[in-house]
Each structure stands twice: as structure tokens, then as C-alpha cells.
């Protein structure tokens, strides 16, 4: 069983939204689960992590325009992504935090997803 699972990239316009999702599987107790982003060429970078009780900490790239949301009934993961600029393109990994360490470094994660890919064109 694949214990994370990210759903809903896509290829869109420069200003629109998308919605991407990570649907946990065996891992549900953990603290925190957070969203990563790599562009071809570029380190993996962090958007945004949230708790168990949807307390919410965003990366610079997201703030003002990403909403990250956890749905506990449903085991999902949810970032919301609005005003999407083409410099938003990459691959979004969701990952589950391993208890340890900074939410914003990518080295306290310890289980990945596979990742869904976001195309905005300008």
C-alpha cells in the first residue's frame, strides 16, 4: 500500500487556480504533512505544512496565494493554489513529517509521494 498518494496536477493558465490532494494511507497518525515543490534543475523547495488541527505554516512561495487544508475524515491533504504564476510549474510532492525537525526543511520528511505535476503557462 502506498502511503501517500497526490492527485489533481495539471496544465493550466497563467492567473487560474488547481487544486491538488494526497490521500494518506497507514501513515494517519502523523503530526504533520506538508507539500514540496521541485521545478527540472531546482532543489525540491517547501510550500506549506499542516497539523492534525489544520494549523497551517507556508513557505514564501505560497503565502497570500496557497492554502494548505487537512481533512482528517477523509485522510487527505489538500493545497488549494490560486493566482497561479508560471514559475508555479513543478512537480508537487506531498510528504509526511517524520516528527523531527523543521517543517520547512525537506530533511525532516520521511515518507514521499510520487508527486503531481503543475504546468502554468503564461
Known amino acids: 500500500q502506498v502511503p501517500l498518494i497526490e492527485s489533481g496536477g495539471g496544465s493550466v493558465q497563467a492567473g487560474d487556480s488547481l487544486r491538488v490532494s494526497c490521500v494518506i494511507s497507514?501513515?494517519?497518525?502523523?503530526?504533520?504533512f506538508g507539500w514540496f515543490r521541485q521545478a527540472p534543475g531546482k532543489e525540491r523547495e517547501f510550500v506549506a505544512a499542516?497539523?492534525?488541527?489544520?494549523?497551517?505554516w507556508y513557505g514564501d512561495v505560497a503565502k497570500g496565494r496557497f492554502t494548505i487544508a487537512r481533512d482528517n475524515a477523509k485522510n487527505t491533504v489538500y493545497l488549494q493554489m490560486n493566482r497561479l504564476k508560471p514559475e508555479d510549474t513543478g512537480k508537487y510532492y506531498c510528504?509526511?513529517?517524520?516528527?523531527?525537525?523543521?517543517?520547512?526543511?525537506?530533511?525532516?520528511?520521511?515518507?514521499w509521494g510520487q508527486g503531481t505535476q503543475v504546468t502554468v503557462s503564461s
Open positions: 499542516v497539523s492534525w488541527s489544520n494549523d497551517p
Open positions: 510528504a509526511a513529517h517524520s516528527g523531527s525537525g523543521r517543517l520547512g526543511d525537506r530533511g525532516s520528511y520521511d515518507l
Open positions: 497507514g501513515y494517519t497518525s502523523r503530526s504533520h
